[in-house]
């Protein structure tokens, strides 16, 4: 078995997963404990495990302003994003339909979406670039737009990045065309406001362990009227929308992390541009010993708490590993399944130089890191970095 992490990490990749909320993670046993039932069953302990589901699900949508079946629980942010859009094409099945997606979405979208128009007649997709800044190309969206146009999925927040994207705008040039807007908010849950209406999203995806709730929970929010067609089919749950008995513990973590993540994102931006700011300028303060440094992504529209860096000269694998044995955990862009670092398609997208498209790593903060953290995290990548880079060039 791996041994568990080693006392005193600095875990800086929050964007990966964050450590569940020991209150949430009571009230999810508790949840466990009380309602043994199936929410399906129709006996009182049935009926019990029923309601407790349907309090989550009217929380989880309460914290978002919408109605209570406008929340289908899934179990990942993936799976979300695999229902809205291949959920969308079903329900137009037999019709010519075209995708649009941008070039810097999640693999659970690009995939997705690459793997429906590979397989199936009549679906095209186009993927939008974007611009060295890391920023969707509106125009490009517009330019895209055709009759047969279904659906257009963007990431709210880019996960190596934080760059925010311009979902509002995008959906303004949607709009009247009945084309369907899915929104991947994974990342933005407790750093932006979420509200469906103002983005003009017809779909929204989230996950609950990106906000100190549960792995392995995620949910998409449909706007009432938005049909769907189920992927999973068996019984009747999530209204049809998701056969399988359901998650209670997890939902019920989920909209407890929710709540918490909405309540607290003024506050929770202010911690994380404090201890962005307390790296940057620590990092700063000692790079005039070391390579050259850049921030990947455009500073003035990203959120707080999310930096991707590349030192000139340095591999982003021997930033990942030495910052590793340095007790700091760091990440080369998304968290990958595989356990092997892949280049990045968010950097390669953005057409930067070689060496930030390949030496860029992710630093992402979450609510449990300190000010000390950041100091020292950012002191031993500074000493790392000048390290390898003094290594490379006389290696
Ligand atoms: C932007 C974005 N979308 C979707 C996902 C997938 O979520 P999950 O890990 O719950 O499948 C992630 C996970 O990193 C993400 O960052």
């Not at 790593?361 to 990548?381: C, H, K, M, P, Y």
Request: charged fraction near 20%; aromatic fraction near 2%.
């Amino acid at each position: 078995m791996p041994a568990p992490p080693p006392h005193g990490l600095i875990y800086l990749d929050h964007s990966a997963t964050t450590p569940i909320d020991p209150e949430i993670a009571a009230r999810m046993r508790d949840a466990d404990d009380r309602f043994p039932g199936n929410p399906s069953s129709i006996h009182a302990a049935g009926r019990a495990a029923r309601l407790c589901l349907e309090e989550a699900r009217s929380a989880l949508a309460g914290s978002l302003g919408m109605p209570a079946e406008s929340v289908i629980f899934t179990g990942s942010g993936s799976e979300a994003n695999n229902l809205a859009i291949a959920g969308t094409l079903l329900e137009h099945a037999g019709r010519p339909a075209h995708l649009i997606v941008s070039a810097i979405e999640h693999h659970s979208v690009l995939h997705c979406a690459r793997a429906l128009a590979a397989r199936h007649d009549g679906v095209t997709l186009t993927e939008i670039a974007c611009g060295a800044d890391g920023r969707i190309d509106l125009d490009a969206i517009a330019d895209a737009i055709r009759p047969a146009t279904r659906l257009i999925s963007l990431m709210l927040v880019n996960n190596e990045t934080g760059v925010i994207q311009p979902v509002a705008e995008a959906a303004h040039r949607a709009r009247d065309r009945g084309i369907r807007l899915h929104v991947d908010a994974v990342q933005a849950l407790g750093r932006l406001p979420l509200d469906l209406p103002a983005l003009g999203a017809d779909l929204l995806t989230l996950a609950a362990h990106k906000a100190r709730g549960p792995r392995g929970v995620g949910a998409l929010l449909v706007r009432p009227g938005c049909g769907l067609a189920p992927l999973i089919h068996g019984g009747t749950q999530e209204n049809y929308r998701r056969a399988g008995t359901e998650n209670l513990a997890g939902a019920v973590g989920m909209a407890e992390a929710v709540r918490r993540a909405v309540a607290a994102t003024d506050a929770h931006r202010r911690h994380l541009a404090r201890l962005e700011r307390i790296f940057l300028d620590t990092l700063t303060g000692q790079a005039a010993a070391g390579p050259r440094f850049e921030l990947n992504g455009c500073a003035t529209a990203k959120v707080p708490g999310i930096l991707n860096l590349a030192f000139e000269g340095v591999r982003q694998d021997d930033l990942v590993v030495g910052m590793d044995l340095a007790g700091v955990a760091i990440s080369a862009g998304s968290a990958c399944s595989s356990g092997v670092i892949e280049p990045s398609h968010v950097l390669a997208a953005m057409n930067l130089p070689p060496w930030r498209r390949d030496g860029g790593v992710r630093i992402s903060f979450g609510s449990t890191n300190t000010e000390q953290e950041a100091r020292q995290a950012a002191a031993r990548l500074a000493e790392l970095a000048r390290r390898l880079a003094t290594s490379t060039a006389h290696g």
